[in-house]
């Protein structure tokens, strides 16, 4: 502490130039620099990698006093931080990104040439941190960008993950599982704080006691304890000061562990034990997976949501903030209800552990804390079996039953007798076998409840949280998701990036809905023109890429209808490909009939234990094996489905794509964010009134969106008077004639069944109502390949869809969240004396 005093201030020594510079000449030599002092070696035997590496330490040499400027500025009294609680953050590589948010991007392509290389390709080199499933992950990474744009105090607490979401490779047309290995090089953008390590404690049980005060209390005898260890990765706000802290822990066992087992002799034991607590941060869970006996799961999430409160409370004391007003300093939000064993930890830390009286300890919790829920789907609502709960997390259980008997008792007085609601509302599901419902313990514990789209926070409170909005309406509202244009325009799309703010000067970017201004070139033939070949080169860029990953030859001229997120039956891929066998099938009936000639591509990843979805990607495969060797179909018509869809690959797609599918069944998607990455770069969405896909053809003007199929009420009508997909298959030849081929094995020679556990759902049960939506789906598929026809009016509508989606730019999502739920607002990052001599 003394030692550190005084070094603090000694006068600043200056900070070598070198390490802060940017001019081209200065970087040139900190790349030299870094190659051989860092990855130690020179151009003789240096790998792609090793310049990967040496530029992005070049990189972040030129980061960290924005980063330290930032910590500072937000250890202060009275400044309101963000904590975003999310099991993933799929943040996708990160030189690019910082490149465009430091605003270097030209000094260092210049830099990187000079140097006689290629800045394209050491981008390409990074490996991405994968550590996210889909949206929601996505969703955590966009909003930590726009959080830093906007110059919002605030952190990012996650699970530094060994193995991220797995590649996927495709053999034989399905897909196979590989274990990703990012840091397998090494990962230049974190930096480990071991000071910063905490406890986190596990199993074993309680004891009461009376304290010296003669209050009534509770300890925790844990059968297990280990430690987080955070690993800190800076996050860039768009040309500022500000760069905020993704913090992820990784598991480790305590030292008292090992010398325990050691002093016995036992030293094999000791590692295994070591191993075993390592566990925990090891591997990301898939969704869609069955949470049976998914303890780990459950270890993972008490973990890092235990080990960031400890640490926010530290944080939290050390600026001198009394623990009655962490309220004051601290906005914490669960990314849906992974984290939300959060609530009951919380309640734990500040009655046992900080004496606070639970009535204080209760009221600051819910002050704190606000839920974010992200689902519908009834199967994918988290619940613990008490059983497992008790015995890896026993005091929490009893803190649980503490929130939930005084919870009832407040419902009871609003709703004297109503013992249904008790036992819709109850925090435990009972029956033969008991469940925390974490939707339940969020929903109480949370002062704001939200839904991700409008139509979703609706349904949200219609469904799902209705006894929870009856109980507390003022808890709930909607915040609309959006995407970081700096990742998703200006990165992905540097071309029309640069025609846009040559077009309407540069404020979109901080700005989106500046992005309006373009309406008036929509009709605009010289601008009409420069947009469609910005187009043309960003399709062939991907047809380029195809051709390596696949083999396959595809026409950048034709229609480019693309299909990329998780495969899940409620997404209906498959549906998509009913429609490309219908069109099949039309070519082969009338080999002379005229078609738009389309390429329709596919992406993304089935959990590894859902059978429906991997067979989904095995029928897309299979599909396009017999199309694109047909010659009769030859120049029409293309199926593609590229391997291992992920961040770096979704940023060549959005920019290439015309089409873009969004076609969930009514009232299952809650919002989509891709729907928005695609039409930002001017690709016309075919879609259900589902999520977002609402809000978008709102703003986009329904005359420049394609839709299509029932909806939410029409879904609900539909199964209440009982839904036959049997009439319709009996009732549409067209449709009859495609299942029958699928059931037949027309695209599976030699494995006649292979499709029919596909084809019995459609035809017996079809939850989500691929039949119902066929018709409907076709024929708006066939007015999208009308109007591609007329390119001039394509491209208008392409322009306008762009222009109009100002609205879906996180940032506007993040200023609400701030404004209506955290009460968040900019601090000003001062730079350190050093830098501004150097800068
Ligand atoms: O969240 C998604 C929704 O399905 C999308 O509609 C929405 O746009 C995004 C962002 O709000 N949900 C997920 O991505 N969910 C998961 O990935 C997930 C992960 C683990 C466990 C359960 C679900």
């Not at 620099?33 to 151009?43: E, P, R, T, V």
């Not at 290995?181 to 480990?192: F, H, S, T, V």
């Not at 404020?507 to 605009?524: P, Q, S, T, Y």
Request: glycine share 8%.
């Amino acid at each position: 502490k003394k030692t550190a005093a005084a070094a603090a201030a000694a006068e600043p020594v200056q900070i070598e130039d070198d390490r802060t510079g940017l001019s081209v000449e200065t970087l040139k030599r900190a790349f030299a620099d870094n190659l051989f002092y860092i990855q130690g070696k020179n151009a003789d035997i240096a790998t792609l990698n090793d310049y990967y590496m040496a530029l992005a330490y070049t990189v972040r040499d030129r980061l960290l006093h924005r980063w330290l400027g930032t910590i500072k500025a937000q250890l202060k009294p009275k400044v309101k931080v963000v904590y975003y609680l999310s099991a993933e953050f799929l943040m996708g590589p990160h030189l690019g990104n910082n490149l465009i948010n430091l605003g270097i991007y030209d000094q260092v392509r210049q830099a990187i040439q000079e140097s006689g290389l290629n800045l394209d390709e050491l981008i390409a080199q990074e490996e991405e941190p994968g550590l996210g499933n889909g949206g929601l992950g996505r969703l955590a990474a966009c909003y930590l960008d726009s959080l830093a744009a906007l110059e919002i105090p605030a952190i990012g607490y996650g699970l530094r993950y060994e193995f991220g979401i797995f590649d996927q490779e495709i053999r034989d047309g399905w897909q196979v599982e590989i274990t990703d290995k990012w840091l397998r090089y090494g990962n230049p953008w974190e930096i480990a704080r071991p000071e910063a390590t905490v406890e986190v404690k596990l199993g074993g049980h309680t004891e009461a006691f009376v304290d010296g005060a003669g209050r009534y209390r509770v300890r925790w005898i844990p059968g297990r304890t280990i430690v987080g260890v955070p690993y800190d990765t800076p996050v860039l706000g768009f040309k500022n000061n500000t760069a905020n802290t993704l913090r992820l822990w990784k598991a480790e066992a305590p030292e008292s562990f090992d010398f325990q087992a050691f002093n016995l002799g036992d030293y094999y034991g000791a590692v295994n034990a070591k191993m075993y607590s390592e566990n925990i941060s090891k591997v990301l869970y898939p969704n869609d997976e069955p949470m049976q006996g998914r303890e780990l799961r459950l270890e993972q999430q008490f973990f890092f949501v235990s080990c960031s409160l400890q640490d926010i409370i530290r944080r939290h004391l050390y600026v001198g903030g009394k623990l009655e007003n962490l309220d004051k300093n601290a906005a914490i939000q669960l990314n849906d209800t992974h984290p939300s064993i959060g609530i009951a930890e919380l309640m734990r830390l500040l009655v046992d552990e900080h004496n606070v009286d639970w009535d204080t300890a209760w009221q600051i919790t819910q002050d704190t804390f606000a839920y974010t829920n992200h689902t519908l789907l009834p199967e994918a609502l988290e619940r613990w079996p008490l059983s497992l709960f008790g015995s890896l997390l026993p005091r929490h259980l009893e803190i649980i039953f503490e929130i939930n008997r005084r919870f009832l008792q407040e419902v009871s007085a609003k709703f004297p007798g109503d013992t249904g609601r008790l036992a819709r509302l109850s925090l435990i599901q009972e029956g033969p076998e008991k469940f925390v419902r974490m939707a339940h313990l969020a929903s109480a514990g949370s002062h704001a409840i939200n839904g991700v789209a409008a139509l979703h926070s609706e349904l949200l409170k219609r469904d799902v949280l209705r006894d929870f909005y009856e109980l507390s309406p003022e808890k709930f509202s909607n915040k609309t998701n959006g995407v970081t244009p700096r990742r998703w325009i200006m990165l992905s799309n540097p071309e029309l990036a640069f025609l846009i703010s040559e077009s309407i000067g540069d404020g979109w970017i901080k700005n989106l809905g500046e992005l309006r201004e373009l309406e008036r070139f929509a009709n605009d033939k010289e601008f009409q023109s420069r947009w469609r070949q910005i187009k043309l080169n960003n399709k062939t860029n991907l047809t380029e890429y195809i051709r390596k990953r696949t083999g396959l030859v595809v026409d950048p001229h034709s229609l480019f209808d693309i299909q990329v997120k998780r495969i899940h039956e409620y997404k209906r891929q498959h549906l998509n490909v009913l429609y490309i066998i219908t069109l099949y099938n039309r070519l082969k009936q009338n080999p002379e009939l005229e078609i738009t000639p389309r390429t329709f591509i596919f992406g993304g990843k089935a959990a590894p234990g859902y059978f429906m979805a991997k067979l989904i990607i095995k029928l897309i495969n299979s599909v396009a094996a017999v199309v694109n060797s047909d010659p009769d179909v030859r120049g029409r018509l293309k199926v593609v489905f590229l391997p291992d869809y992920n961040v770096t690959f979704g940023q060549r797609v959005y920019p290439a794509a015309e089409l873009s599918e969004q076609i969930s069944t009514a009232g299952k998607e809650a919002s989509g964010t891709g729907n928005m990455k695609f039409s930002m770069n001017g690709a016309l969405t075919i879609g259900t009134l589902d999520g977002a896909n609402v809000e978008i053809r709102e703003e986009a003007g329904e005359e420049n969106f394609f839709l299509f199929g029932l909806t939410t009420e029409e879904v609900y009508a539909l199964k209440a008077r009982g839904y036959n997909p049997w009439d319709y298959y009996n009732g549409n030849p067209a449709l009859r004639q495609v299942i029958d081929q699928l059931a037949s094995g027309v695209f599976s020679p030699g494995e006649a069944h292979l499709f029919e556990p596909l084809v019995d759902h459609l035809i017996h049960r079809d939850e989500y109502l691929l039949l119902a939506d066929y018709q409907s789906y076709v024929e708006c598929q066939d007015r999208v390949g009308e109007a591609y026809r007329d390119q001039e009016h394509w491209t208008r509508m392409s322009i306008l869809n762009s222009a109009r989606m100002g609205k879906f730019s996180s940032d506007r999502a993040i200023r609400e969240y701030c404004e209506d739920i955290w009460g968040a607002v900019a601090v000003d990052v001062a730079l350190e004396e050093y830098v501004q001599a150097t800068a």
